[in-house]
């Protein structure tokens, strides 16, 4: 396979600067976005992208690869070669240049060491033939730099004579428990600097700041205005096949030297592919590139609108009826749920003699000790309707109007994208789809799991910096796609599996998402999860850093998993807790902190610890049921949020800086602006189960509403809040709306009723406007692209106008005004317009601000306001199809006696 050196050095990377030629190497035409120096192709994308690329092995690069899909999105501007000289190339567009420099030198070398591996296919260096005696790794290093000729070598600490052995030429990196190899890599180095046309540097070679301790491949996107230009290299660059990691189609011609990849194709791989993102000066700039590296390497798919509801599984020996009575018992006390899953029970596990690893991947090894490797076995013993060919379990599923998954600790039975790993694996995936499944979760196991492609099938290694968790996740996501197309299952594809790095178990929130760069692509395969036993902190971080730097927008924990499951509940592994006693973990003030948080975040997934709140005295279960019923109400937000993340990778939990990047404050993540709407400032449950009340909270500029007394706070501020455990600390935002379902008692957000919705509406006091659009639901007759534009617009003088626009639906609204104390909602009379009766609801008189107030946060028509709140001008709005602008005046109280406002047919 062809190789250029790794490196950003220009003068490795692009070869024919160092020939001394290169001004007759240059090919331009005029108006065209490429340029072609040598064997380099710079091609202006767009005034703020560029791209740099190495001649590959079959040449220039244009189809899609796993990185980049969406090159043609881009139709490029004109770029032309300004001038050449002994110490480089100057290229220029309209909008910036490109300086490409000369090196007459090799650059230097360094080590780069891999613990526990070896190299195979090697040839060892002439002078060392039998290798040589020294006395460290480094030293071993040190002697392969002093020889020109040498590119890798291997260290063995347990050989006593001879340990060192230096190689000129090395097939590739295997592992060995026992020994240290290294590949030589030439030294950091520019591949080119990027100004502006008046000479100011842009980028320079190489990623600033934290992005700049990442390596190039991977994704870690810059905060908002901290850069001036961004690059990541499409590293490894490799062509997927149209049916992905499923089975070559019978009839497709494939060329014969990709028979054995399934159609990958790693013919054309290079180093240095390199996209340049320039962000510009402005927070709109940035903006702008974040959408553009969307566009580029394709966007977060929508999820199902199940997605967004309520999932549930926990990891114990379910029997069939437990399952069956747990799911009932949800229904019983009114919880509302929507998926629930089984762990790795769904299957026997293996026992009897232990077989090695190997034997255990012969497909026709029935031996009962590898029955947990395949998907032939289920748990019948325990789940006696998962045989087949009854499916009863699934049918049971099915009619609860719940949807399903099952847990997968894969285990590849050869090496990826081989024939026969391919269709072990969409085989299995697609035969329980078929049956029922909706999708499944890509687990690791401690032991083996998908290592990245290439890599040797006994290993977890990664691929050039392609770790097993993303491509698992392309692997999964993409297969249950192809399925459910395969057996005319009409529902978006979903897939769990974990972001990259280790298990978000650190208080070092920046040193953890910089470990979790990964994959530029990665984002394109939702949802993913951050690992066993993550704190509720911990867990908070990760949802809002991830979302901001590798663009993954349904980063999230196991709800209420953290803790210690073997001590806190007997039996959650290996058996089944007893079905009437809650274990220790979480207790009730924690299950609730975090079931807050849950809801108020990107996946309501409960796991790992004990969540039966039916085991939970009332005021638990009623504090739960609130909390719940609020996700499935906000149901509309959410939904229309996940498309705004696919438009404009603006994700469901903002951290503040990507609004108000200016204060510094904003850079917190343990914080964040809810689908655009509510500030969030979740509170504490560690160590384990010991409740904090208390914490600083930074209030963003513009006017807020607590959440919870509907007392006003104007920001930016930093203030201390207390709140009880049954309480997350939230604010609305005054100038923003959101769209809430009202299905009385829904228990399914597929079940919900949209034929009418309310608008929570938060006018400001000064300028503001806000849009929000609602997109039906998923297997609407209209099409769920369908949508509807929600708008609320105010101004000084008190003026506020609500637009919805026409619509394929037919609908009625509820319009819910949020006020201030002193303020009421006057009509606009006009003798041609329609009139809609307007109702001032108060807080209920005496109330005291506790919960037993009957008072909760977004519980929709006809709910009074929080004690301290101002009142809510409630309104209806007739069903129609037809849009509406609504009219009022905000003005002092002992003005508003009329409850009558202008409704104006657009």
């Known amino acids: 396979r062809h190789r250029t050196l790794r490196s950003g050095n220009a003068s490795t990377m692009f070869p024919w600067l160092q020939t001394g030629l290169f001004a007759a190497l240059i090919a331009s035409v005029a108006g065209e976005p490429t340029v072609i120096v040598g064997d380099t192709r710079i091609t202006a994308l767009s005034p703020t992208l560029l791209r740099i690329e190495p001649r590959g092995p079959t040449g220039f690069e244009n189809r899609s690869t796993f990185n980049v899909i969406g090159r043609e999105n881009f139709s490029g501007i004109e770029i032309q070669v300004l001038n050449t000289s002994a110490t480089g190339t100057w290229l220029g567009t309209a909008a910036y240049h490109l300086h490409i420099p000369t090196s007459n030198s090799p650059p230097p070398r ?159 791989e290079v180093d240095g592919d390199t996209y340049i993102f320039l962000l510009g000066d402005s927070l709109d700039d940035w903006w702008t590139s974040r959408q553009e590296f969307l566009e580029l390497t394709g966007p977060t798919p929508i999820l199902p609108d199940v997605g967004y509801g309520i999932w549930y599984t926990w990891y114990i020996a379910y029997t069939e009826a437990r399952a069956k009575d747990e799911i009932g018992n949800w229904t019983e006390i009114g919880l509302p749920l929507d998926v629930w899953g089984l762990d790795m029970n769904w299957r026997e596990v293996g026992s009897g003699s232990a077989q090695s690893v190997n034997a255990c991947r012969d497909q026709t090894n029935n031996d009962s000790s590898c029955r947990d490797h395949y998907y032939n076995h289920p748990n019948t013993s325990l789940l006696p309707g998962l045989e087949s060919p009854g499916n009863e379990w699934f049918e049971w599923i099915k009619e609860q109007n719940l949807s399903t998954y099952f847990n997968d600790h894969p285990f590849p039975v050869d090496n990826q994208t081989t024939p026969k790993e391919v269709g072990f694996r969409y085989g299995g995936i697609s035969e329980w789809i078929a049956r029922g499944l909706t999708w499944f979760w890509f687990d690791h196991n401690w032991a083996f799991t998908l290592p990245g492609p290439r890599m040797p099938f006994d290993t977890k290694d990664d691929y050039e910096g392609l770790s097993g968790q993303v491509w698992g996740s392309h692997v999964y996501y993409e297969s249950t796609r192809v399925a459910q197309q395969e057996h005319n299952i009409d529902t978006r594809p979903i897939a769990l599996s974990r972001d990259n790095g280790p298990n978000w178990r650190t208080p070092d929130p920046e040193g953890q998402t910089l470990k979790g760069a990964g994959s530029p692509a990665h984002h394109r395969f939702p949802v993913w999860w951050t690992g066993d036993g993550v704190p509720l902190m911990a867990s908070v971080e990760s949802m809002v850093n991830e979302a901001v730097h590798d663009f993954r927008p349904f980063v999230h924990s196991d709800c209420g998993g953290h803790g210690n499951r073997d001590t806190s509940c007997p039996g959650s592994i290996t058996g089944a807790p007893p079905e009437n006693v809650p274990c220790a973990t979480p207790n009730n003030a924690s299950l609730l902190r975090w079931t807050a948080h849950c809801v108020l975040g990107t996946i309501t997934r409960y796991h790992q610890g004990d969540h039966r709140f039916w085991l939970r005295d009332n005021a638990t279960q009623n504090t739960a049921r609130s909390y719940l019923t609020m996700r499935h109400k906000l149901a509309p937000s959410l939904i229309a949020a996940g498309r705004t993340v696919q438009q404009e990778g603006f994700p469901l939990t903002a951290r503040c800086d990507l609004l108000w990047p200016e204060h510094p404050e904003a850079n917190d993540p343990t914080q964040y602006i809810h689908i655009n709407s509510t500030l969030v400032a979740p509170l504490d449950v560690e160590p384990v189960d010991v409740i904090t009340n208390t914490r600083s909270v930074w209030i963003p500029p513009g006017e807020w509403i607590d959440g919870w007394t509907g007392t006003d706070i104007t920001g930016p501020q930093t203030m201390t809040v207390t709140q009880p455990a049954d309480r997350i600390p939230m604010w609305h935002r005054r100038g923003s709306l959101l769209i809430l379902d009202g299905t009385p008692n829904g228990l399914r957000i597929v079940n919900q009723d949209w034929t009418e919705l309310t608008i929570e509406a938060f006018p400001a006091s000064g300028f503001a406007h806000h849009a929000r659009t609602l997109y039906e639901q998923e297997g609407s007759l209209l099409g769920d692209a369908a949508s509807t534009l929600v708008e609320l617009a105010t101004d000084e003088s008190g003026l506020v106008a609500l637009t919805v626009s026409d619509s394929n639906a037919s609908r009625s609204w509820v319009v819910r005004l949020h006020l201030h104390a002193d303020q009421r909602f006057v009509a606009s009379v006009d003798a041609n317009s329609q009139l809609v009766n307007v109702t001032h609801l108060f807080p209920a008189s005496g109330c005291d601000g506790s919960l037993t107030d009957d008072y909760f946060p977004f519980s929709g028509a006809g709910f009074r306001p929080a004690c301290q709140g101002g009142p809510i001008a409630e309104f209806r709005i007739a069903k129609s199809s037809n849009g509406y602008r609504i009219e009022g005046t905000i003005v002092p109280a002992s003005r508003g006696s009329t409850t009558r406002t202008k409704h104006e047919i657009l």
């Open 110 to 268: 360094q080590c780069a060491p891999q613990l526990g591996t070896d190299g195979e296919g090697v040839t060892r260096l002439p002078k060392y033939p039998n290798g040589t005696n020294v006395d460290t790794a480094a030293e071993c290093c040190n002697l392969c730099l002093a020889e020109a000729d040498c590119v890798a070598w291997t260290f063995s600490p347990k050989n006593a004579d001879v340990d060192c052995w230096p190689f000129s030429a090395v097939n590739r990196a295997v592992p060995h428990k026992d020994r240290v190899f290294g590949m030589m890599q030439p030294a950091a180095g520019p591949i080119g600097i990027v100004t502006k046309p008046d000479g100011t540097v842009l980028w320079n070679g190489a990623n600033t700041g934290p992005s700049g301790t990442v390596a190039t491949n991977l994704l870690h996107w810059p905060s908002p205005t901290t850069a001036t230009a961004y690059a990541f290299e499409d590293r490894p660059r490799f062509v997927v096949p149209p049916w992905g990691p499923t089975p070559i189609p019978v009839g497709t011609t494939v060329p014969p030297e990709l028979l054995a990849t399934n159609g990958y194709d790693f013919t054309n």
